[in-house]
């Protein structure tokens, strides 16, 4: 399966200002997903992210607040601008890796303060 | 709209003791049933459940899928506090919009919480 290296593990921001989180895979897939778990909650979808074309993001989430770069088939970073204490998450990204389950990154822990 | 239930929410047992998670689920074009564990930030893959009635099993954890009445099972023997984690339940449905697109929905999760 593959292994996913996500960083950072955790921060503390201050809000309206922006974080970039980064997702590199140890071989090539073609989607990426991005996921938000808020505190208590089941995790989110926020988008897939597909190489060489524009993220597609679920109902909720809009690409000017969490803009995704995937510039190679092994890495993608998310980015949660002008935060505020809401956007106090759990994010992870994740990939197919073939058949079977799906693999997830080690999260990040976003306080905004 | 998909949905993915788990019971319980939270759970508290000994050590020793046996435990079943359930999940149900209502989602179109059912695809997979996955299990997974999450003890701090990252779910782990435990298991992926696509026909009825096949059980599988890793150790001390087995699972079944009924797609009949629409639920799985996480079965857990002779606990360990190292068990103590959320259990998420989550389901792999087919997207018609083109071949190979999946979406997954996770439930809520089902914390354990196993003490000495």
């Known amino acids: 399966s593959a292994v996913i290296s996500q960083k950072p593990s955790r921060d503390i921001c201050q809000r309206g200002t922006s974080l970039t989180i980064q997702c590199q895979v140890d071989s090539q897939v073609t989607m990426m997903f991005w996921y938000r778990q808020q505190p208590g909650q089941s995790l989110t979808l926020i988008a897939t992210a597909n190489q060489g074309s524009e993220a597609t993001y679920e109902s909720g989430f809009v690409i000017d607040k969490f803009p995704i770069s995937r510039p190679n088939l092994t890495f993608s970073t998310l980015t949660v601008s002008n935060m505020s204490p809401e956007d106090s998450s759990i994010y992870l990204c994740?990939?197919?890796?073939?058949?079977?389950?799906?693999?997830f990154g080690s999260g990040t822990r976003l306080t905004v303060v | 709209e998909d949905k993915v239930v788990q019971s319980p929410l939270s759970l508290v047992v000994h050590e020793g003791d046996t435990v079943t998670l359930n999940c149900s689920y209502e989602?179109?074009?059912?695809?997979?049933l996955l299990w997974y564990k999450q003890e701090k930030k990252a779910p782990t893959f435990l298991f992926m459940l696509t026909s009825s009635g096949i059980e599988k099993k890793s150790g001390r954890l087995s699972s079944i899928l009924d797609k009949k009445e629409l639920f799985s099972i996480l079965n857990i023997t002779a606990t360990q506090t190292g068990d103590s984690a959320v259990y998420l339940c989550a389901v792999v449905r087919n997207l018609l919009s083109g071949a190979g697109s999946y979406q997954l929905t996770f439930g809520k999760g089902t914390k354990l919480s196993v003490i000495p």
């Open positions: 989602v179109t074009n059912f695809r997979s």
């Open positions: 994740s990939v197919r890796p073939g058949f079977g389950g799906y693999t």
